[in-house]
């Protein structure tokens, strides 16, 4: 992956080379680009043109199947669960996958795009409203305070400050973080994540030949994807869409949420992550701030959760998120992760949610490594 923030003076090609060149310089015993034989490639902006041609330019990969994926802030974790099902079904034994966003190209943003006239969506409303009203919802159902759900905010921007590659590297105070300027009430300035350009490149192969390029392989034990709509009826304290896609990861891993190691999870505002928490099966509705209150999922803690400083502070490029979820997985379970490594992780859990039809959480996303 590269280091994210804002890159006005690179193009979206120009990440994606430095992604993509990174990736092949980190295989340990080496890899020839001609070995790829198929790539996926995340991005959710712009929403047509974009096709595959762009990875190729970016990459010098011309005339293998490229395929594009977008799936909402699900959008690298889902490319990565395509290309995984590629070389599981046997079609590939080496392929790509790289997510990309350039956030700062897009003038309005996310904000310009809440005023679209649409059927589906109430025009006005942004993101930071749609977790206003969860954390709002949140915090009256369970009596939890402002001050808890900072504690999100404290941990991540504490583990980010130690973070190499993230966008915002400096800590808060639980003070710092209510008495900041409120953005959607109750969430302020630090409980959102920022607006960042950012690229992470992925090298997949068949379990059986892994050991041609590394000694030190990780393996991907399980996936899961699901979609919610609010339309259904639901609570505005969890998300469906990450429950029933954990639930198909475990599954398919053979393991339950007591045994991963490391977490990084989705925490586009603070109270996500807190509400996630819960969906992923860490703890009871209504009781993860318990985690945070005994430090469990502090770095130093049983089961640390975004040691990376989560999107909070590592940035949210929508593309790149959930692949460098993955490549962050990978090094802390080769023991790599630098000054935010955990103690001797075995399993780790990677986990996005995505917006669509008028719902925060349509669609959840897991994945779950191992050694």
Request: proline letters at 5%.
């Amino acid at each position: 992956m590269i280091d994210f923030g804002e890159h006005f003076s690179m193009s979206l090609e120009d990440m994606i080379e430095e992604a993509y060149l990174n990736a092949i310089a980190s295989v340990d015993k080496g890899l020839d680009p001609k070995e790829i034989e198929a790539a996926w490639y995340g991005t959710v902006y712009p929403a047509m043109g974009n096709s595959g041609l762009v990875l190729s330019h970016a990459t010098g990969l011309f005339g293998i199947p490229i395929t594009r994926v977008e799936n909402a802030c699900a959008t690298g974790s889902d490319t990565f669960r395509n290309a995984c099902f590629s070389v599981a079904a046997g079609l590939y034994n080496v392929v790509l996958v790289v997510g990309a966003e350039k956030m700062h190209d897009e003038p309005g943003g996310l904000l310009q795009r809440a005023d679209l006239k649409r059927l589906w969506m109430g025009r006005g409303v942004t993101m930071p409203a749609f977790f206003g009203l969860r954390a709002t919802a949140y915090m009256h159902k369970y009596g939890i305070t402002r001050e808890q759900v900072a504690l999100v905010s404290v941990k991540n921007h504490h583990n980010g400050s130690l973070y190499p590659h993230a966008h915002l590297r400096f800590e808060c105070s639980v003070e710092d973080v209510v008495n900041a300027p409120y953005v959607s009430y109750p969430l302020g300035l630090y409980d959102c994540c920022p607006v960042t350009d950012g690229a992470a490149a992925l090298i997949l192969a068949r379990a059986d030949i892994a050991t041609r390029y590394t000694d030190n392989p990780v393996y991907v034990l399980g996936s899961g994807l699901a979609t919610d709509s609010f339309v259904r009826g639901g609570d505005l304290t969890n998300f469906r869409a990450s429950q029933n896609a954990a639930k198909q990861a475990y599954e398919t891993a053979g393991v339950k949420p007591e045994d991963i190691d490391v977490a990084e999870i989705h925490d586009c505002f603070s109270i996500t992550e807190l509400i996630s928490y819960e969906d992923l099966g860490f703890a009871e509705p209504g009781q993860g701030v318990k985690l945070l209150d005994e430090g469990h999922v502090h770095l130093g803690g049983e089961k640390p959760i975004n040691p990376s400083g989560g999107l909070l502070a590592k940035g949210h490029p929508l593309g790149a998120t959930g692949a460098a979820q993955i490549a962050e997985l990978y090094e802390q379970l080769r023991g790599e992760a630098g000054p935010v490594q955990v103690k001797n992780p075995e399993i780790a859990l990677q986990h996005n949610v995505g917006i669509g039809r008028f719902a925060t959480g349509s669609v959840g996303c897991v994945h779950i490594l191992g050694r």
